[in-house]
């Protein structure tokens, strides 16, 4: 008779209760002998203001003391932590105080000087005559702070007038002062002056003005009595010395516009660059006025050739109004290699993975890389029901050009010169051997990488192709598998078939790092990631102009392989807040949509996506999720049908640092795949808008990082939550009835998951 042990899900809950509300009370009670003696603990610091026009983000990033971190605005979990320590210096007590954050005492003096951070900021805004009062109130030896706040009415640009004695100066900043960043109306923000001081300095620069520089822009305003309108003039000198004339008068100095007269281009060393190169990237010319923005694209033109190790640029004055350039380039290291080592454990059955990739940064002298990588994997197979004692083999190869210019395909020519462009040609060819079948993968892609504003990122395939073959299958394998499925309607058969893709797309990828309050406190980061792709209309269009016949199937084909037609497009969002203690909470979300129409029912296996494993809800095992509902059979075939058209993925990982560069992280996963249609080898999988979010899987665990600086391992432990397999139950809730056995799954990987 087996005997099981139910746990009630009140019972258990009113027990992490209890054990909260100790480990709680513990560290209360150790507060006070982490803080100095006679020192009360900011409870709270509160922002009271008067009007609506002032940030309450802006006003604490002016804050010298802050009170210690609420988790969700609630408790204060890490300081709690941190009390747990003990007064010995042993890895315990360390590893809590790393984890944990400090108790922080009230500072009387902090809180005035923030009160007159606060002011001064408010003054430089405009508020000449904000008043900011703090007051402080102690109870049960906890402080809590409120700053009051009255800032009264701000003064506000009334006029504005620009002088100067040099006319051709005035001139060319009254002509550019569309652009301006002052307006009337605005109030009186010493950013804003400094911003457009920066301005108009570039925007002189730009026209020539080599030797002009910001702080030959000044500001005189004017306030009237009993009013907050002002007066602005903005003086602009020329910075040149005013001169004596023949006639003993003195003059005015005259700012004088620059020309490039000669441009020199230098290599450390011996010439490693075809000069031909260097010229094309270069967009310094001779006779043209000095402009600072051409410099930069220069820079960035230069310094993205992995060929360059960096790039200097400098002017020397030759006359008064002329510039000799000198642009000097040192090579980087031209050749790089790595050796990469795999070693797998597929249900039992052992396998090793290895490759070996070279790279030339400048092949043929023209500032172009080649890469080429090959790989090998074996694994012994064991497990596999029909195939016992048989082996896979895999051999590929990989080759890629990109080239620092914008290039025609197949023409030789170029596109007009853009800075931050490349052109990349990639060849892959992957030659699969199994008990089963073979396979052979033959892809291609000319694409175009461009740098865009703000860092932005966008690179669009032009054209790429995939041609997959399947030249023989064993007849067990026919029989056994393919064979149950007579219908059309099936993804494990159309997977072992030919097949032609013609596809063209892009992705568009945007990272930003900025301050969440002061800079002393917390990072923010956001990386966003965009992409859309289709394939076969072309095909379709020239089959329908050459009026191609189909086949018995419904679809058209090419040399006698049908092609897929589909469009497919994907989101992804990743937020990452970085406390300065180096812990870090990060926030990741991922949508992904692909349509199989026309010449095609289902997706290619190669476009469909997976759920599961070390990058995906952690709680399953490397595409052991989904699609929907659907049951998994047993046998490693299975994974072909493990595949769907839809993804859902979403986690929030807390990751602290544990010591030195040991870290850790704690998360939540949730997400599923759905097909778009109903297969017959994939019952339960198609997506429907009724029942979707009850197919959701949750996964919660625990894993370690080790930061190697240039790379990062981790070791992460899944366990399921939620089981979308089942409707009720145990099963379902395996967070309530856990079974590591069952419902833990563990990853070794390389980077971070997201």
């Known amino acids: 008779m087996d005997t099981q042990l139910r746990h009630h899900p009140a019972s258990s809950f009113r027990l992490v209760l209890l054990a909260a509300l100790v480990v709680l009370s513990l560290s209360s009670c150790g507060v006070s002998r982490h803080l100095p003696a006679d020192a009360t603990l900011l409870d709270r610091v509160e922002i009271v203001s008067v009007g609506d026009e002032v940030s309450e983000s802006e006003v604490r990033a002016n804050l010298k003391q802050t009170a210690n971190t609420r988790l969700f605005g609630l408790v204060r979990w890490p300081m709690h932590l941190y009390c747990l320590s003990g007064q010995g210096d042993n890895f315990i007590n360390r590893t809590l105080r790393n984890l944990g954050e400090q108790p922080r005492a009230y500072d009387p003096g902090a809180t005035q000087l923030s009160a007159e951070n606060i002011r001064r900021s408010l003054v430089s805004q405009g508020w000449l005559k904000a008043e900011v009062d703090a007051k402080a109130i102690t109870a049960d030896h906890r402080t809590r702070v409120t700053y009051f706040i009255n800032t009264r009415e701000a003064y506000r640009l009334s006029s504005l007038q620009w002088l100067s004695a040099d006319t051709a100066l005035l001139a060319n900043v009254k002509a550019d002062a569309a652009h301006s960043l002052l307006h009337i109306g605005d109030p009186l923000d010493t950013k804003t002056l400094g911003k457009e001081r920066t301005r108009i300095a570039t925007a002189l620069q730009q026209k020539g003005y080599y030797t002009f520089a910001k702080d030959l822009v000044s500001y005189v305003a004017d306030t009237l009595r009993n009013s907050t309108d002002v007066a602005l003039t903005i003086r602009i000198r020329s910075g040149v010395p005013a001169a004596v004339d023949a006639e003993g008068v003195a003059r005015a100095g005259v700012a004088r516009q620059f020309r490039i007269d000669s441009v020199t281009v230098a290599s450390e060393g011996p010439r490693f660059l075809k000069e031909s190169v260097l010229e094309e990237q270069n967009f310094i010319h001779v006779g043209d006025l000095y402009d600072p923005s051409a410099v930069q694209k220069t820079y960035a033109s230069y310094n993205r050739f992995p060929a360059i190790k960096y790039t200097n640029i400098a002017f020397n004055e030759l006359t008064d109004s002329t510039l000799a350039c000198r642009i000097a380039v040192a090579p980087a290291k031209r050749y790089s290699s790595g050796v990469e080592l795999d070693v797998t454990n597929t249900a039992g059955d052992f396998g090793v993975a290895t490759s070996a990739s070279i790279t030339d940064r400048n092949i043929a002298h023209s500032a172009n890389q080649f890469f080429l990588k090959g790989r090998y994997a074996y694994e012994n197979m064991t497990q596999l029901k029909d195939y016992a004692g048989h082996q896979f083999t895999e051999y590929g190869l990989e080759t890629a050009l990109t080239m620092p210019r914008t290039m025609l395909p197949f023409l030789g020519g170029r596109l007009p010169q853009v800075s931050d462009a490349s052109t990349r040609v990639d060849l892959q060819f992957d030659y699969q051997n199994r008990p089963e079948f073979n396979r052979r993968v033959l892809s291609g892609a000319w694409s175009y990488l461009f740098t865009l504003i703000g860092g932005s990122q966008l690179r669009w395939d032009m054209a790429g192709v995939n041609l997959v073959a399947v030249p023989w299958k064993n007849q067990t394998f026919i029989d056994n598998y393919l064979s149950q499925y007579d ?45 859309v792709e289709t394939a076969g209309n072309v095909l379709t269009w020239l089959s329908r102009g050459l009026q191609a016949q189909k086949d018995e199937m419904g679809q058209y084909r090419v040399g006698n392989i049908a092609f897929a037609r589909y469009v497919k497009g994907d989101f992804a969002w990743t937020h990452n807040l970085r406390f300065p203690s180096g812990h870090a909470v990060v926030g990741h979300v991922a949508l992904g949509a692909a349509f199989p129409y026309g010449n095609s029912k289902m997706l290619p296996f190669e476009k469909r996506y997976y759920a599961g494993g070390a990058n995906s809800v952690r709680g399953w095992s490397f595409r052991g999720l989904g699609p929907g509902r659907y049951v998994p059979k047993n046998g ?75 790379v990062v391992v981790r070791l992460d432990f899944g366990f399921k939550a939620i089981n979308p397999v089942y409707n009720e139950g145990p099963l379902r809730y395996p967070i309530l009835h856990p079974n590591l056995r069952r419902d833990m799954a563990w990853h070794f990987a390389v980077g971070y998951p997201f």
């Open 487 to 531: 219908s059309r309607n099936s993804i494990l058969k159309y997977n072992y078939e030919d097949l032609f893709i013609l596809r063209t797309g892009g992705t568009f990828s945007y990272s930003h790092t900025h301050s969440a309050g002061h800079r002393d406190r917390l990072l923010a980061g956001d990386d966003v990631r965009f992409g």
């Open 636 to 710: 490693t075939i299975d994974y072909i049908n493990q595949s769907g058209d839809i993804r859902f993925f979403s986690s929030i990982e807390y990751r602290p640092v544990i010591y030195n560069k040991l870290h850790g992280a704690l998360f939540v996963d949730a997400g599923n795949i759905w097909t778009i249609y109903d297969y017959d080898d994939q019952p339960g999988g198609r997506f429907r808008a009724d029942t979707f979010l009850q197919q959701i899987a949750v996964a919660y665990g625990a894993g370690l990082r080790y930061d190697l600086s240039f």
